[in-house]
């Protein structure tokens, strides 16, 4: 028995295993099956998309995940002895780490020791059945193991390889250790961010490695639709900096071209105002907007200074701006006399930008939230926290497998000849998040040591670098996974 929440390399449940073709679950789903029949559930859209996740902490895993929650039959691979530290993050319920559950959901999970002969064998024979991996390891590791992308590629020229690294795969940068919290400083956004004359401020979450899941998932779709067209699969080398670089907008652009550093404005904005958050009469806040010009006449109208509608600065955005101070002043005295409900009501019927400035026990589940966005509720105790019917990848009562000659061994040893699980999760993929478009900054010189296929396959932020010709995939055994049971 293994602490709750920790790989069971003894387990033998889903151990990689020849496929029964009787077992249903071992059918092979192709991608782009047919139309469903009328009155059944659509299929996902990732339905037959196959994704090993090599990854650790936090972008790697979190792309992954987003595949997962639309269909991809996605495998956690962990060192047998060192599994993911998000597992051990708190806090915890009955044991389990919570992020563990949120990363970890729509997944299987196995053991493996990619360092060893055997475990680099048996990564091969599953890569063979693959169409994604994604790995964070640092530059040149995979390579030392003989686990690089001429190894991949030579096996299945038709993966698609994400590496996702805090400084990419080559540059000055590239061997350094690298993480969210660094890109978030380096790209500019923590100098942008904080109060006038403070220090810079940090996100208190993983904001720079969200960012990055979602544009790693986004190049790799990418890569995937470019597969269709070439027949071979490519390298996404992500820089977690990079996309941060997108997130601050045009402030990269003004200092090339103006040599402008804007200074930290706390929550005003240097584009429009009245813009900031503002306290009410009962100790709550309430966030107010004005990117329209038509909003800010109607807020001044509300707050009973339609005068100040009438001064030449008050015609654009930037004019708005620069009196800050004294439109703060006329729609916070306003605010500060009246409940939340009250301020909100009379913005409501005013037709006035205003939000209630929400922690998360406010803003999940809201009114506002749309039929078809995921509830943040878990619909088992042992799921995640997703609106996705989900089959989480661990937890006390699910251990995770163990498989291959370089993992640790289960008292029922595994085949020879292990290949890809056919079957998707048992599960509903989310509503389709909108998707996360990556602004062009800087492209990365050539990498002198690879080959290009050709068409447009480096693009800037996602180093698209493609492999060898296509030739058919060996075909082997699946791995199969366990049926969820009905909780009773």
């Given amino acids: 028995m293994s602490p709750a929440g920790h790989p069971d390399p003894t387990n033998t449940a889903n151990l990689v295993d020849p496929a029964d073709p009787m077992d249903p679950a071992n059918t092979p789903v192709p991608a782009g099956t047919a139309a469903p029949a009328p009155g059944s559930a659509p299929a996902p859209p990732l339905r037959g998309l196959r994704v090993l996740d090599l990854a650790t ?129 380096m790209s500019g956004f923590a100098a942008l961010t904080g109060e006038p004359g403070g220090p810079p401020t940090l996100p208190p979450f993983g904001l720079a490695d969200s960012v990055a899941a979602l544009a790693t998932a986004y190049a790799v779709m990418t890569a995937l639709t470019a597969r269709t067209t070439t027949g071979q699969g490519q390298v996404v080398d992500l820089a977690i900096i990079e996309p941060m670089l997108s997130v601050i907008g045009p402030h990269p652009l003004w200092y090339d071209q103006l040599g402008y550093i804007q200074p930290r404005t706390g929550n005003r904005s240097r584009n429009n105002a009245p813009r900031n958050t503002y306290r009410t009469s009962d100790g709550s806040w309430v966030a107010v907007s004005t990117s329209a010009q038509s909003i800010a006449e109607r807020v001044l109208r509300l707050v009973g200074r339609p005068e100040l509608t009438d001064e030449p600065w008050f015609t654009d955005g930037a004019g708005r701006a620069a009196h800050a101070d004294v439109l703060d002043e006329a729609v916070g005295t306003w605010i500060a006399r009246r409940t939340r409900d ?65 993992a640790r061994t289960a008292p029922t040893p595994p085949p020879s000849s292990p290949n890809w699980a056919s079957a998707p999760p048992r599960s509903t993929p989310c509503a389709p998040k909108e998707p996360y478009d990556p602004r062009p900054h800087r492209t990365r010189p050539p990498d002198r040591h690879r080959r290009r296929a050709a068409g447009p396959a480096h693009t800037p932020h996602l180093a698209l670098r493609a492999g060898r010709p296509p030739r058919d995939r060996p075909q082997g055994a699946r791995l199969r996974g366990r049926r969820r049971h009905r909780r009773s």
């Avoid at 037709?351 to 509720?377: F, K, W």
């Fill in 57 to 185: 902490l936090f972008a790697g895993p979190l792309a992954a995940t987003l595949l997962g929650d639309f269909g991809a039959d996605v495998v956690k691979i962990e060192h047998p002895r060192k599994p993911d530290p998000s597992r051990g993050h708190d806090p915890a319920k009955d044991g389990v780490g919570l992020w563990w559950k949120v990363l970890g959901r729509n997944k299987r999970t196995m053991t493996l020791d990619l360092s060893t002969p055997g475990g680099r064998d048996t990564l091969l024979r599953l890569a063979a059945g693959a169409d994604v991996i994604v790995e964070n390891f640092r530059p040149g590791t995979l390579e030392r193991w003989g686990l690089g992308w001429e190894e991949l590629s030579a096996v299945n020229p038709r993966l698609v390889l994400a590496r996702v690294t805090g400084f990419g795969q080559f540059g000055p940068y590239a061997h350094r250790p690298g993480f969210g919290t660094l890109a978030e400083a």
């Fill in 342 to 406: 009250e301020a909100l009501a009379a913005f409501e019927k005013a037709e006035a930008a205003i939000a209630p400035v929400y922690d998360i026990r406010d803003s999940s589940p809201t009114p506002s939230t749309r039929p078809s966005a995921p509830s943040p509720r878990s619909p088992t105790p042992n799921s995640a926290r997703s609106g996705c019917r989900t089959s989480s990848s661990d937890s006390p009562k699910r251990p995770a497998r163990s498989a291959g000659p370089g």
